[in-house]
């Protein structure tokens, strides 16, 4: 819920606030850059310093009803999920099933479902829009060019996620950052302009050690293709193990540029995301 001042000043710039005032939109459900910048600047200075759980548990009451995690069943995922879980946080936990998932990933769903007994909303692909896709380019289109994989990405992950966030305020991922030089470049805390919500990554500053420590520590289930080399696990067909000394984001869509492995779920780089990091940066 949102604190009487932000309530004044999302006011004064003409927001629209909903009756029940646990949630906030902007007329005409745009938000302006000053008004956005003010949300995630607040929101990132209130959140420094404080714990990956005690990030969770903020937000939880901050977004109430408008909150959701995306997992993809990973270790940071299963991290989240963990903390989400055990603490009865009321924030929404989601997957996108592709369909190209590996059997280790819904054999690690099940586990998760089975631990925690809380449910794990799955969002799968447009059944007509899959049809097309595979009728008139095949199963494998994705190898054979960026936009062919783009489009897959599209059809597949992006639509379902933007069913999955809509009417949402807060996306929590479980980014870090130093899994690649992308990702580096984010803040733990960010506006994500495409979808007009804050997203936040409580893991933001975790290694890899640090993840898999807790991982242990606490007995989370994780995907067993994680000891077999591979550290990002998407889609079966798009990922593999890396290497000794390969980068983290190295096994996803190894055929392609290394500049162009993001799949659009994270992609808010747009003029006006860049324009409120810039001035995070400088705040
Ligand atoms: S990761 Fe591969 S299979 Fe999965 S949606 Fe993207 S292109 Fe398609």
């Known amino acids: 819920m949102l604190n009487p001042e932000a309530i004044h000043r999302l006011r004064l710039e003409g927001a629209y606030i909903h009756a029940s005032e646990h949630f906030f939109s902007f007329a005409p459900y745009m938000p302006t850059p000053t008004l956005s910048l003010d949300i995630v600047q607040d929101l990132a200075k209130e959140l420094h310093g404080k714990s990956a759980a005690q990030v969770l548990s903020l937000l939880a009451s901050r977004f109430a009803d408008a909150i959701a995690f995306s997992t993809s069943f990973g270790w940071e995922d299963q991290a989240l ?37 809380k449910p794990i909303e799955s969002f799968f692909p447009n059944t007509h829009r899959v049809e ?81 420590d807790f991982i242990k520590n606490n007995n989370i289930p994780y995907n067993p293709l994680h000891d077999r080399g591979f550290v990002s696990i998407g889609c079966a067909p798009c990922t593999r193990a890396v290497r000794e000394g390969e980068s983290f984001r190295a096994g996803r869509w190894w055929w392609e540029d290394a500049s162009k492995k993001e799949c659009g779920l994270h992609g808010t780089n747009t003029a006006h995301a860049e324009h409120i990091q810039t001035e995070l940066a400088e705040a």
């Open 132 to 212: 097309n896709l595979t009728t008139t380019k095949g199963i494998f289109s994705f190898y054979e060019s960026v936009e062919n994989r783009q489009e897959c990405c599209a059809v597949r992950k992006i639509e379902p996620l933007d069913r999955a966030l809509e009417r949402m305020q807060c996306w929590v991922t479980g980014i870090r950052g130093d899994q690649s030089d992308n990702r580096a470049a984010m803040r733990s805390v960010e506006w994500d302009a495409a979808r007009n919500l804050v997203k936040v990554h409580p893991l933001f500053d975790w290694t890899l050690s640090d993840v898999k």
């Open 81 to 117: 999920t963990h903390l989400i879980f055990s603490q009865d946080l009321p924030i929404r936990v989601f997957t996108l099933d592709t369909g190209r998932m590996f059997s280790e990933t819904y054999s690690t769903w099940q586990q998760t479902l089975d631990k925690y007994k």
